[in-house]
């Protein structure tokens, strides 16, 4: 857990993904399964690679995927992703998740780590794709 709640910060502007964590979701303890946690983390960090590629992007490793906190059956489930890193074919997007109690104002990160796509074309074989904007 991170040491001092007081420096966590949202990030700004709309999530890619927002959903609610149900009970299917669990194990039988009423946590979130990480597999679940990390499948929402690629459909976000997907959507940011994708939309930079102007097409389709596959995801070939994750880094650094940390696990904060537990998510609870109910809570909503923010994903955010931003593109941090191009290369040649490939985009680095990093993702933060987040959650709130749905009764709740207080979010807090449980989950962060780094996408690596590869754009590819209609062959399915890496494709350029444009630079980061600076």
Do not use: C
Not at 20 to 37: E, H, K, Q, R, S
Not at 112 to 121: E, K, P, R, S, T
């Amino acid at each position: 857990m991170p040491n001092d709640a007081a420096l966590e910060v949202m990030p700004a502007g709309q999530p890619a993904v927002r959903v609610t964590a149900m009970p299917a979701n669990a194990n039988v303890y009423g946590d979130i399964f990480g597999g679940w946690l990390m499948a929402q983390m690629d459909l976000a960090a997907s959507s940011v690679a994708s939309l930079h590629a102007r097409g389709r992007a596959v995801t070939i490793s994750v880094e650094g995927m940390s696990f904060h906190r537990p998510v609870f059956v109910g809570d909503e489930v923010s994903v955010f992703g931003r593109l941090v890193k191009v290369g040649r074919t490939s985009m680095h997007v990093e993702v933060e998740t987040w959650a709130r109690d749905r009764h709740a104002d207080e979010a807090h990160k449980v989950t962060q780590a780094v996408f690596i796509f590869v754009a590819v074309g209609p062959d399915r074989r890496p494709r350029a794709v444009r630079p980061l904007k600076a």
